[in-house]
């Protein structure tokens, strides 16, 4: 059980391929009566463990330390074997992973660009580039050609250009030659413009709108105009439509309209869809038509979602979808424990600091004398470790126990009004259970040990004395560095 839940905190910790082989499946099925962890699978890459990093052991008895370190990269992207008294257990990292071929190490692929049989043109011995082969001499550098030289127009010092000629005069700045003197009409003082020439006047014309002398015929109060009066406001004019002796054919009381009835509501008329006379052929939906079958019910056409040979990913039993992850559906159940707790707590008492506690007994009493000639924590252990955790949290402390041998941990602790036990339906709920917990006291075994682990804050073990050392002694934890495991005597 303990190689188990090692081997399973170690998948989730650190997210590492983890699988056992089927003879150690075996003798934990009366543990764990469902394994999420898969058997290896019959594939060459698991068949052949020349290539692949035992973790090492101390004697005979198994050490966790290297497993750890291989699982969390430290000792390298290897592939790794475990292998104690009953297991034979296998971390694979995602790189190194025999049943993961990449795409840049599958033998059965060969990239271009290494590939042998394809030679790239610039590396082709075969090929000579017509800049670099020695036999092609470009005409610019061939010594055996000689170019003319040529000499342009401008800077041919034979030949004189027109505008640099010093024995050319240019008309305009020819010193021999005198332009003549040039006035324009406009700017020549001889010339004396009519518009402002003094000795000329110019007659006073008016406008015959501003004229004084002419009187405009709208404005002239000498002319009167007639009244004109508008056919719709003259009051001696009648409109037909306001005229009272006029009576309207639709609002005359003397003339009498037939009555119409609309052929819908007519009860001489028949509607064709209600006249019983008339027959209609019976129409049957294609949905509804027993000759017809809808492809989603014909027994003949399989529907990609209940086809037997396909699985889909969402019912894959290798495949765990986030919404079924069972570990959620564990967590769920074991915050619902807590809460009832708390629920029932009164109000007058601090918030609850939950401790965790696993008693590990069974066939665990036997395994430790014969095995490192140890023996089992008991009353004293359970006594000194509640008390530890009362004195540092009084009156908020709430242990939750939970062991193999549920029976004997009520004998020893039910008189206790701060102790509850957990409900010990399966060892998942229990770890869960006691991983929820702020704090944690521990006797032996791994399973206690992955608990306390995965719940963090301050971890009570036992100081177990052993003729051979123990693989969870005060020595191993202190050598590994775990700091918040606090150490107390057995006895």
Not at 74 to 96: D, R, S, W
Not at 159 to 185: A, G, L, M, S, V
Not at 362 to 382: M, S, V
Request: hydrophobic share 25%; net charge negative.
């Amino acid at each position: 059980m303990g190689e188990y839940a090692t081997m399973y905190s170690l998948k989730r910790h650190y997210n590492v391929t983890v699988v056992m082989n089927k003879e150690f499946k075996k003798k934990i099925k009366h543990i764990f009566l469902n394994t999420s962890l898969p058997d290896i699978p019959a594939s060459a890459g698991y068949s052949k463990f020349t290539d692949w990093t035992p973790v090492k052991n101390i004697g005979s008895r198994v050490n966790y330390a290297p497993i750890e370190l291989a699982a969390a990269g430290l000792l390298g992207a290897k592939n790794f074997i475990m292998t104690g008294e009953f297991t034979f257990t296998i971390i694979t990292h995602p790189n190194t992973d025999p049943t993961i071929t990449h795409p840049n190490t599958d033998p059965t692929i060969t990239h271009p660009n290494t590939d042998p049989t394809i030679t790239h043109p610039n590396t082709d011995p075969t090929i000579t580039h017509p800049n670099t082969d020695p036999t092609i001499t470009h005409p610019n550098t061939d010594p055996t050609i000689t170019h003319p030289t040529i000499t342009h127009p401008n800077t041919d010092p034979t030949i004189t250009h027109p505008n640099t000629d010093p024995t050319i005069t240019h008309p305009n700045t020819d010193p021999t030659i005198t332009h003549p003197t040039i006035t324009h009409p406009n700017t020549d003082p001889t010339i004396t413009h009519p518009n402002t020439d003094p000795t000329i006047t110019h007659p006073t014309i008016t406008h015959h709108n501003t004229d004084p002398t002419i009187t405009h015929p709208n404005t002239d109060p000498t002319i009167t105009h007639p009244t004109i009066t508008h056919p719709n406001t003259d009051p001696t004019i009648t409109h037909l439509n306001t005229d009272p002796t006029i009576t309207h054919p639709n609002t005359d009381p003397t003339i009498t309209h037939p009555t119409i009835t609309h052929p819908n509501t007519d009860p001489t008329i028949t509607h064709s869809n209600t006249d019983p006379t008339i027959t209609h052929p019976t129409i049957t939906h294609p949905n509804t038509d027993p000759t017809i079958t809808h492809p989603n019910t014909d027994p003949t056409i399989t529907h990609p979602n209940t086809d037997p040979t396909i699985t889909h990913p969402n019912t894959d039993p290798t495949i765990t979808h986030p919404n079924t992850d069972p570990t959620k559906e564990l967590m769920v159940k074991a915050n619902g424990f807590l809460s009832k707790i708390m629920e029932n707590r009164s109000s007058e008492l601090p918030d609850p600091v939950f401790v965790g506690f696993h008693i590990r007994r069974t066939d665990y009493k036997r395994f430790i004398k014969i095995r490192y000639g140890g023996r089992l924590p008991e009353t004293a252990y359970y006594t000194r470790a509640l008390s530890h955790y009362r004195t540092k949290f009084p009156d908020a402390a709430v242990f939750i126990v939970a062991s193999d041998d549920l029976k004997y941990a009520r004998s020893e602790l039910d008189q206790y009004h701060d102790v509850f036990f957990s409900p010990g339906f399966s060892p998942g709920e229990d770890m869960a259970l006691l991983a929820s917990c702020n704090h944690s006291i521990i006797t032996v075994g791994s399973y206690g040990f992955w608990s306390a682990y995965l719940a963090g804050g301050e971890v009570v073990y036992a100081d177990v004395t052993s003729k051979i050392e123990y693989r969870f002694s005060r020595k191993i934890y202190e050598k590994s560095g775990l700091d918040n495991f606090i150490p107390l005597p057995i006895d």
